[in-house]
């Protein structure tokens, strides 16, 4: 990776991109596809020169982090991001479950019964908050604004704004049913 954005400056960074492998976007895995994305590890240093990037997005990929290597990362992004760079984070909500959860939201949950492809239904509703909380023991950490909002600004953002699927600068969110419907969406602000 380090290769592919030396000497550059005004980069895209999409971490964690999974299959949603963006044109124009340096786009980084820690499972990459050849060809199509490079390899890194989060809990690393970014092999990136300071204050070279414009744009960070990362959706759902947070969440697979223990908290402490998260803030690493954040604290990575918020260096190598320039001036008044900005960062997309996308992470399933545990506020929504919870709140879910405890109203008793048959209707959440019915739609959840197959979270992360589970091939079994989920039922009853505690069994899908364990999915998302767990995710076949691949989720680490449970975020909700609150959490995110700290985290963030402990590595120095000072913008940690709420908001919601596509909004923001650059439109490259998923857009499976599910993404906006059980997950927190934040634009961040160096």
Same mark, same amino acid.
Request: glycine fraction near 8%.
């Given at each position: 990776?380090?290769?592919?954005?030396?000497?550059?400056?005004?980069?895209?960074?999409?971490?964690?991109?999974?299959?949603?492998?963006?044109?124009?976007?340096?786009?980084?895995?820690?499972?990459?596809?050849?060809?199509?994305?490079?390899?890194?590890?989060?809990?690393?240093?970014?092999?990136?020169?300071?204050?070279?990037?414009?744009?960070?997005?990362?959706?759902? !990929?947070?969440?697979?982090?223990?908290?402490?290597?998260?803030?690493?990362?954040?604290?990575?992004?918020?260096?190598?991001?320039?001036?008044?760079?900005?960062?997309?984070?996308?992470?399933?909500?545990?506020?929504?479950?919870?709140?879910?959860?405890?109203?008793?939201?048959?209707?959440?949950?019915?739609?959840?019964?197959?979270?992360?492809?589970?091939?079994?239904?989920?039922?009853?509703?505690?069994?899908?908050?364990?999915?998302?909380?767990?995710? =076949?023991?691949?989720?680490? =950490?449970?975020?909700?604004?609150?959490?995110?909002?700290?985290?963030?600004?402990?590595?120095?953002?000072?913008?940690?704004?709420?908001?919601?699927?596509?909004?923001?600068?650059?439109?490259?969110?998923?857009?499976?049913?599910?993404?906006? !419907?059980?997950?927190?969406?934040?634009?961040?602000?160096?």
């Amino acid at each position: 990776m380090a290769a592919q954005c030396s000497g550059k400056s005004n980069l895209l960074l999409n971490i964690g991109c999974g299959r949603l492998v963006r044109s124009g976007w340096v786009n980084i895995d820690y499972d990459p596809i050849d060809g199509e994305s490079l390899y890194f590890d989060a809990i690393d240093t970014l092999p990136i020169e300071n204050g070279v990037v414009r744009h960070i997005h990362c959706e759902h !990929f947070l969440e697979h982090l223990e908290y402490r290597d998260a803030v690493h990362f954040l604290r990575e992004c918020y260096r190598v991001l320039a001036d008044c760079g900005t960062m997309r984070i996308i992470v399933p909500d545990a506020e929504r479950y919870l709140r879910a959860y405890c109203a008793g939201d048959d209707e959440f949950f019915e739609r959840l019964i197959d979270l992360g492809g589970h091939v079994e239904p989920l039922r009853p509703k505690i069994r899908v908050c364990n999915q998302m909380f767990r995710m =076949f023991g691949d989720h680490r =950490f449970a975020w909700d604004f609150e959490a995110l909002k700290m985290a963030a600004s402990e590595c120095g953002f000072s913008q940690i704004i709420r908001s919601s699927i596509n909004e923001g600068d650059y439109a490259i969110d998923g857009q499976d049913w599910w993404r906006p !419907f059980e997950s927190l969406y934040a634009n961040i602000h160096k």
